[in-house]
């Protein structure tokens, strides 16, 4: 089942499969090691390795050496630190006209909100995402809303909370 166990993703997969089964289209799987997309994409990831044992093209957006049209990332941007400049290369790879498909996790589920969420494999929650317009949670660390901090660099064209305590945000390079 892979990155389609998650309901956000099903409940989206027409828009997910028309992004990313199109051979025509260059495709990154951003942080998709462990759980590769397929589907001809490349892996972009911190690993050597993705689940299956091969080996991980691209470990940098800069690597890339070529613009792409439509990165995909399922619960990945939680664990990144350096947020804003990991989006703004996102935005850099993109064609114009690219798509950009996050699937991350909401601040509804304490388990995965900073502090909370421990991961021995992959690091810990950097960040506990929710939307705009949702009233700030108290007491939870590294609270963000990820459709305001992707609007900085793409055109948001969905940001919505989902059957599995995610979020399903799309955007667009102008």
Same mark, same amino acid.
């Given at each position: 089942? *892979? =990155?389609?166990?998650?309901?956000? =993703?099903?409940?989206?997969?027409?828009?997910?499969?028309?992004?990313?089964?199109?051979?025509?289209?260059?495709? /990154?799987?951003?942080?998709?090691?462990?759980?590769?997309? *397929?589907?001809?994409? %490349?892996?972009?990831?911190?690993? +050597?390795? &993705?689940?299956?044992?091969?080996?991980?093209?691209?470990?940098?957006?800069?690597?890339?050496?070529?613009?792409? %049209? !439509?990165?995909f990332s399922s619960h990945t941007l939680e664990?990144?630190?350096?947020?804003? *400049?990991?989006?703004?290369? $996102?935005? %850099? =790879?993109?064609?114009?006209?690219?798509?950009? /498909?996050?699937?991350?996790?909401?601040?509804?589920?304490?388990?995965? #909100?900073?502090?909370?969420?421990?991961?021995?494999?992959?690091?810990?929650?950097?960040? !506990?995402? *929710?939307?705009?317009?949702?009233?700030?949670? +108290?007491?939870?660390? #590294?609270?963000?809303? $990820? &459709?305001?901090?992707?609007?900085?660099?793409?055109? =948001? +064209?969905?940001? %919505?909370?989902?059957? &599995?305590?995610? $979020?399903?945000?799309?955007?667009?390079? /102008?």
């Amino acid at each position: 089942m *892979g =990155i389609f166990r998650w309901r956000g =993703i099903y409940e989206n997969l027409d828009f997910v499969l028309e992004q990313v089964a199109n051979p025509a289209k260059r495709v /990154i799987d951003f942080g998709g090691a462990a759980c590769p997309l *397929g589907f001809g994409s %490349d892996v972009l990831d911190t690993f +050597e390795q &993705d689940a299956s044992g091969r080996t991980v093209p691209y470990h940098l957006c800069e690597e890339i050496g070529h613009q792409v %049209d !439509t990165v995909f990332s399922s619960h990945t941007l939680e664990h990144i630190p350096n947020l804003t *400049g990991v989006l703004q290369q $996102i935005a %850099d =790879i993109l064609v114009p006209g690219g798509v950009a /498909i996050f699937h991350v996790p909401a601040y509804t589920c304490a388990r995965w #909100n900073v502090g909370n969420h421990k991961n021995n494999v992959y690091n810990d929650h950097a960040w !506990t995402f *929710g939307l705009e317009g949702t009233a700030s949670p +108290e007491g939870i660390e #590294n609270y963000i809303r $990820i &459709d305001t901090a992707v609007s900085k660099f793409l055109s =948001i +064209e969905k940001a %919505d909370y989902c059957g &599995d305590n995610s $979020i399903f945000l799309v955007a667009r390079k /102008i």
